[in-house]
């Protein structure tokens, strides 16, 4: 089945500087690559998606870049501030999620002021 | 438009007892997910439901089982509950042929 690795596992960085956190695949039929943030004590909420037949995808200061050949895709936020303090997981699935999402262990981000 | 509702928000249940956990998609979606959620583990695929159908099952014993109604909405039994169950249980849902889960806000379900 699917393996999903993520790091680091605690990032810490300053307010207004970036954050990037990266994962790999190892199932060559994932297709589709979500992000969600959780923040302590409540649910994971996506933040940004990327299908494999896209290599970058931007939403205002967060991308994600997507690498198929390396099997690998991360996570950048930009000039980071102290409600992007969480815990992100990325994970992959094949088709279109019915096989479920494979996560990775989370890294918890830390801003700090 | 009411988010994914999982009921209860807590339990607390003694070994060997059985569970069912219940969860209300967004209207309209008909896709219905179950993830575990352990400090340990992380998050790990239970099962999904589509139009009644359970189409997929994750690594979890046969203790743990579902199901979906005509409405949509999805029940998930663990039975003889063992102490390593104790964790958040989640759902999530999604539209027909759309990719992006919404999570419920979870049942914190504790085995003492």
């Known amino acids: 089945g699917e393996n999903v690795e993520q790091h680091p596992s605690t990032l810490s960085v300053q307010e207004g500087d970036s954050a990037v956190i990266k994962c790999t695949y190892s199932?060559?039929?994932?297709?589709?690559f979500p992000w969600y943030k959780q923040e302590l004590g409540k649910r994971p909420q996506l933040i940004i998606d990327?299908?494999?037949?896209?290599g970058e995808k931007k939403d205002q200061r967060i991308a994600v870049t997507l690498n198929k050949t390396a099997k690998h895709f991360s996570l950048h936020i930009t000039e980071t501030q102290p409600e992007d303090s969480a815990v992100y997981f990325c994970a992959a699935s094949r088709g279109g999620g019915a096989d479920g999402l494979t996560f990775g262990k989370g890294t918890h981000l830390i801003i700090q002021p | 438009k009411a988010g994914v509702t999982q009921t209860p928000r807590y339990l607390i249940k003694t070994r060997g007892q059985q569970v069912t956990l219940s969860c209300s998609p967004i209207?309209?979606?008909?896709?219905v997910s179950w993830y575990q959620q352990t400090p340990g583990q992380g998050l790990q695929f239970l099962f999904e439901?589509?139009?009644?159908?359970?189409?997929n099952k994750g690594n979890f014993p046969g203790r743990f089982s579902g199901r979906q109604f005509s409405n949509s909405r999805s029940e998930m039994n663990v039975s003889t509950l063992e102490l390593g169950d104790s964790a958040l249980y989640l759902c999530?849902?999604?539209?027909?042929?759309?990719?992006?889960?919404?999570f419920g806000s979870g049942t914190r379900l504790t085995v003492v």
């Open positions: 999530a849902s999604r539209n027909q042929g759309a990719y992006g889960y919404t």
């Open positions: 990327i299908r494999s037949n896209v």
């Open positions: 199932d060559s039929a994932s297709n589709y």
């Open positions: 209207s309209g979606h008909r896709s």
């Open positions: 439901y589509f139009s009644e159908t359970q189409r």
